[in-house]
T-cell receptor
Framework: AQSVTQPDIHITVSEGASLELRCNYSYGATPYLFWYVQSPGQGLQLLLKYFSGDTLVQGIKGFEAEFKRSQSSFNLRKPSVHWSDAAEYFCAVGAQGGSEKLVFGKGTKLTVNP | DTAVSQTPKYLVTQMGNDKSIKCEQNLGHDTMYWYKQDSKKFLKIMFSYNNKELIINETVPNRFSPKSPDKAHLNLHINSLELGDSAVYFC???????????????FGPGTRLTVL
């Protein structure tokens, strides 16, 4: 069965600092991988996704993520964090081959200090 | 605006009542979903419909019944509400994918259900 682990429940960074949010997945075949962001009281917004091809994917708001099959990881990065990036970040994995089921990690809450 | 919309945004009700949450998408997507987000922010899929046909039904109590009158709408009806049903419920939709059945899921703003 698919599973996603986000090891960091809460991360605090200073504005302007770099950011890396970790995500490890468990799935037998090549996965679909997603990062979503949820601002307080809002729905989920897609930041980026990986289906195949180039393992470094660019997303919105200056985010990128790198798929590393050998480490079963899909970590999210941003070189310089803005105060507006404070939110909850969710990594998700979907199965290929016709399954519509997304399995989410438990999320990482990002706090940005001025 | 093109989007996934849900009504109501907030729902406060007594235990034992029956309530419905409506979801509409005008993105032309074929597949729609319901997710439950608990108090710890954990998101879990409940149901998925493709072209009005149920394709995913997770281990959800049968007090929860999804209904899809057409492929743009997926409503969630909950009977005999319990305290543990308090959560945020998200609707989502996804377009068809040429190689696979579905693609990126787009989420609605959520409905916060509080059962007293």
């Amino acid at each position: 069965a698919q599973s996603v682990t986000q090891p960091d429940i809460h991360i605090t960074v200073s504005e302007g600092a770099s950011l890396e949010l970790r995500c490890n997945y468990s799935y037998g075949a090549t996965p679909y991988l997603f990062w979503y962001v949820q601002s307080p009281g809002q729905g989920l917004q897609l930041l980026l996704k990986y289906f195949s091809g180039d393992t470094l994917v660019q997303g919105i708001k200056g985010f990128e993520a790198e798929f590393k099959r050998s480490q079963s990881s899909f970590n999210l990065r941003k070189p310089s964090v803005h105060w507006s990036d404070a939110a909850e970040y969710f990594c998700a994995v979907g199965a290929q081959g016709g399954s519509e089921k997304l399995v989410f990690g438990k999320g990482t809450k990002l706090t940005v200090n001025p | 605006d093109t989007a996934v919309s849900q009504t109501p945004k907030y729902l406060v009700t007594q235990m034992g009542n029956d309530k419905s949450i409506k979801c509409e998408q005008n993105l032309g997507h074929d597949t729609m979903y319901w997710y439950k987000q608990d108090s710890k922010k954990f998101l879990k899929i409940m149901f998925s419909y493709n072209n009005k046909e149920l394709i995913i039904n997770e281990t959800v109590p049968n007090r929860f019944s999804p209904k899809s009158p057409d492929k743009a709408h997926l409503n969630l009806h909950i009977n005999s509400l319990e305290l543990g049903d308090s959560a945020v419920y998200f609707c989502a939709s996804s377009p068809p994918n040429r190689r696979y059945k579905s693609d990126t899921q787009y989420f609605g703003p959520g409905t916060r259900l509080t059962v007293l």
